[in-house]
Each structure stands twice: as C-alpha cells, then as structure tokens.
C-alpha cells in the first residue's frame, strides 16, 4: 500500500541514514552544531505527522539493521495516538541497551533546551538517570533555588512527584514534572542518603516553584596568604553549566580577575552536569595554548578521532586548580580532561560521575527529538571516561593540609564559606606547591 506524507490513515517514520560518523571531518563538524550533553548534529532524518484532529490508524517505522544503508528492519503497527507511536518507538529503541538512546516528546524536548537558554520556572533542580542503578538521582541544586531552600541536596534520589511513581521515567521527563507555573507548587518524595549533618531515609516535600536564575557563572576574589607570609590574591569561578554564553562569560570573567589582581585561578566544576559540550571545548581554550588535544571520539567502528585547537592562545598562564565530584558530568568531564592532561591544571576533589556518550539529536518534525549514542569520548590522555568518572590529583581532605597553614586557619576568627570550603583549602594549598615548583604554564 503506498505511503502519503501525513495523510490521514498513515504515518511513516522512516530512518534510513547511517547513524555512523566515520571520519574525523565529519565527528568535528558535528560537534560544532552539538546540542548539548555531547551532542553532534543529526545525521539521520525522520519524520512523525499527524492529521489533526483524528490520529493515523498505522505506523511504519524503519531503522538500519546492518552496516549496509539499503538493509533495514520495518515493523507495521497500530496506532492509537502520538504517545502511543513514542511508546512503540521507545520499546524499540530499548532493545539497544543503551538508556542515553531513546525518543521525547516535543514538551520533553523543549523542557530540555531551557537549560541552554535561560528560561526557566520551576524549582532549581538538575537531576540525570544514574546508569547503574537507572534511578532518578539529583545531580545539583540552582544556588538559593526553591529546590536548595526545601532541603534538597545533591545525591537524593527522587521517587515520586505529585504522588506518581518515577520508575522507568527518563530524566527529561521528570524535569517536565517539576516545572510549571511560578507560584504553583509541587510535591516531591526523596530518599536521602546517609551524609554528614543529614538524616537518611525517605521523606516528602512540597516545593514552590519559581523563576530560575540559570546564570552560569559566579566569581570571586580570595584573599590568601601564601607560606612565605605575602598576601596574594586567588580568583575563584564557579562554572554551574555550559551554556550558550558560558565561554563568552568565563572570559569577561578571567579579564575582570586579571585586571583585578588574581595571581593564580581555582576553577570550580562541581555539581556542574554539563550542558553545550562546544561551550566546553571553547571554555577549555580560555585556559590553553597551541594545538592541544581536547577530547578524544570513539566512533563504533573503534577508530580514535582526536579533537583539536588551532593556535590557541591563553587568557592567563596563572597556576590554577580545578574543583570537581560526583556531580562533575559530561562537558564538566571534557574540561577537566582537557586541563588536567594538557598538564594546565590540577584536579582536586571526588571522582567524577562519569557520562561520556556522544549523541546524534535529531529534531523531528513533530518537535520530539530522537537522541542516538554514536560514538563516546575519552580525554587527551585516551583515559575511558564513561561509566568510569575522572579520579582528581588529591582528594579533599584537610588532613593534607601543612602545619603553618592549619595554624593560619586556626587563628582566623572569621572565615567566608568558601574560606571554611576544605576542598578550597586543599586547592589554595596546592596553588602554593605549584608556586614553589615554578609549574605555571
């Protein structure tokens, strides 16, 4: 029977590009038009129209079953309605085994961009499926967020909102659950861990939602007394995404600093899940010069496609240190590869939670997106990254701390929180060795 482009008694989605990147040109160019997490521009077309008001009575969905472009897998089923044909796709997409592969709504995929631009009413929540476990866990709270003054903390996992189990549900779905109106409320469940100072178990909270300030970069200058007893300054920037102006907004940032008087840098990437990986790679080159390997892809095919600057050159050569944790995911994984095994910087902190897929998205012609694991990324070194995290220099721990500058924060009578911030401490410390070593770069 033939085939009508969004006639009414058929749908066709037909996928018939090679979801493959096999050369090096090709993955760059890609990653130039990424999306975000570590996303390449689509390189596959596909369609889903529907004839409003009444639904196609079928739909045909065809994928590559093999290497070669003309051999394809066709399955012909009912369909009842939009979230029925996503529901039939996801289970097909299931079969892959990979979570990161998978189909969303056109409300899920508009709730997805928000965080690349800014605009966003909700309660201050970046949360991700946990690989292992498949649970929804948290990843950060927006600072001062609804979210952050209810008591949510990174590493709770969410169970419920609004009374309806989370099981099977996709992050982007949850995150569409919890946005809303400013001045509307929602109720959440969360199991929290056992931590410092906080109480484990399963808890439920009603949070306001509001609107969310996702200004990706905040900075400070910290006074700091090195342990030849001179008083020098540190800059210190807290990256919490990559956003469209986070490379533009880190460099205005380290130029404010410099002018300032900031001798040596502390870079902080924690809780920060990630966002435009080409934010990433352009963030990086803030800080690098040359032609520096700043990502390594590997396609499916195996092959190891080194990513490149060209002729970069460095805002600043100042020592600088390079916060990272649990919550460090993605592009939070790309930067703190490309400083730390470019020799520019030190990691201190937890291991990193380790997310290094690199996606095709493709926007469908409905407004759902279809997301497809095509290759993953390693850092310059080729160290694995995805499901292994990146494990920093020197974990946060005063215990490393020398005796003169213990002595220093004994005396203190006031301290800024970030002062009192041991992985801070253990970073100013670290400043100080590079500066006895005379390893600036």
């Known amino acids: 029977m033939p085939m009508r482009s969004c006639a009414s008694d058929n749908v066709k989605l037909a996928e018939s590009s090679k979801l493959q990147l096999n050369n090096r040109k090709d993955l760059i160019e890609s990653i130039a038009k990424g999306f975000v997490g570590f996303a390449a521009a689509a390189t596959a077309l596909a369609s889903i129209c529907f004839d409003s008001p009444a639904f196609a009575e079928s739909l045909t969905v065809a994928f590559p079953a093999s290497r070669a472009p003309e051999q394809t897998m066709v399955e012909i089923f009912p369909l009842k309605s939009a979230d029925a044909a996503y529901g039939k796709i996801s289970g097909m997409l299931s079969t892959l085994g990979d979570p990161f592969t998978r189909i969303i709504s056109p409300k899920e995929y508009q709730s997805f961009r928000i965080g690349s631009d800014g605009n966003l009413q909700g309660v201050g929540l970046f949360i991700s499926v946990e690989p292992r ?16 003054r209810a008591g949510i903390h990174e590493g709770d996992e969410l169970i419920e909102i609004n009374g309806e189990r989370l099981d099977g549900i996709d992050s982007e779905a949850a995150a569409l659950k919890l946005r809303g109106r400013a001045g509307t409320s929602v109720t959440v469940k969360v199991h929290s861990g056992k931590d410092v100072g906080r109480e484990s178990g399963i808890r439920e909270v009603n949070i306001p939602r509001g609107y969310i300030k996702l200004s990706p970069i905040s900075r400070t200058i910290i006074p700091h007394r090195t342990p030849d007893g001179h008083l020098t300054k540190t800059g210190y920037v807290k990256l919490s995404a990559f956003s469209q102006t986070a490379a533009a907004d880190m460099a205005n940032t380290i130029h404010e600093l410099e002018s300032e008087g900031a001798h040596s840098y502390i870079l902080d990437l924690r809780n920060n899940p990630g966002g435009l990986v080409k934010a990433g790679l352009d963030v990086a080159q803030i800080w690098l010069d040359g032609d520096e390997t700043l990502v390594n892809a590997v396609d499916r095919e195996g092959h190891t496609l080194p990513i490149n600057m060209v002729d970069g050159h460095a805002i600043t050569h100042d020592p600088l240190v390079v916060l990272v944790n649990e919550g460090s995911a993605s592009a939070s994984e790309i930067l703190a590869g490309a400083l730390h095994d470019n020799g520019r910087a030190i990691l201190v902190g937890h ?10 998205v493709t926007e469908l012609h409905d407004g759902s997106a279809l997301f497809v694991t ?6 310059p070194a080729l160290h694995d ?8 220099d020197v974990q946060c721990t005063t215990d490393m701390l020398s005796s003169p500058k213990e002595s220093l924060l004994k005396n203190k009578s006031s301290v800024s929180s970030l002062e009192a911030d041991s992985c801070i401490m253990v970073a100013e410390h670290e400043l100080d060795v590079q500066e006895s070593r005379g390893t600036a770069s």
Request: hydrophobic letters at 40%; one cysteine or more; aromatic letters at 4%.
């Open 351 to 360: 291991k990193t939670f380790g997310k290094g897929k690199i996606q095709s």
């Open 133 to 148: 476990t498949g649970h929804l866990v948290v990843l950060s709270c927006v600072e001062d967020s609804p979210a952050a």
């Open 374 to 379: 095509v290759a993953k990324y390693l850092s």
């Open 385 to 392: 990254i995805d499901h292994v995290g990146i494990t920093p």
